[in-house]
């Protein structure tokens, strides 16, 4: 078991940047592919950024591509997602998920999600 818990959400003005956290409890996270997922207000969730289970191969949504960046410290347990020259569409719940088998598509376990608000 796997509990995820997100931080670093807020406000921020438009070009602004922002950093989020996920930790997470478990000794076999450094195991576990990670990815951020995002709902933004009456829309669908997304994925953002994917990270495998060693950082050594990442992948991210066309619109987001060159602007956030995702990482991750195992001895910390911990992946971030860096996120920068943010606009007012990435206004969103942002979610981090765990991929046991590293598949890319299955994410089991999920945190409750960390608000940010970009502002024009």
């Known amino acids: 078991q796997v509990q995820l818990v997100e931080s670093g959400g807020g406000l921020v003005q438009a070009g602004g940047s922002l950093r989020l956290s996920c930790a997470a409890s478990?000794?076999?996270?450094?195991?576990?592919?990670i990815a951020w997922f995002r709902r933004a207000p009456g829309k669908e969730r997304e994925f953002v950024a994917g990270?495998?289970?060693?950082?050594?191969?990442?992948h991210y949504a066309d619109s987001v591509k060159g602007r956030f960046t995702i990482s991750r410290d195992n001895a910390k347990n911990t992946v971030y997602l860096q996120m920068n020259s943010l606009k007012p569409e990435d206004t969103a719940v942002y979610y981090c998920?765990?991929?046991?088998?590293?598949?890319?598509?299955?994410?089991?376990?999920w945190g409750q999600g960390t608000q940010v608000t970009v502002s024009s």
């Open positions: 478990g000794r076999a996270f450094s195991s576990y592919a």
């Open positions: 998920a765990a991929d046991p088998l590293n598949t890319a598509v299955r994410y089991d376990y």
């Open positions: 990270i495998n289970w060693s950082g050594g191969s990442t």
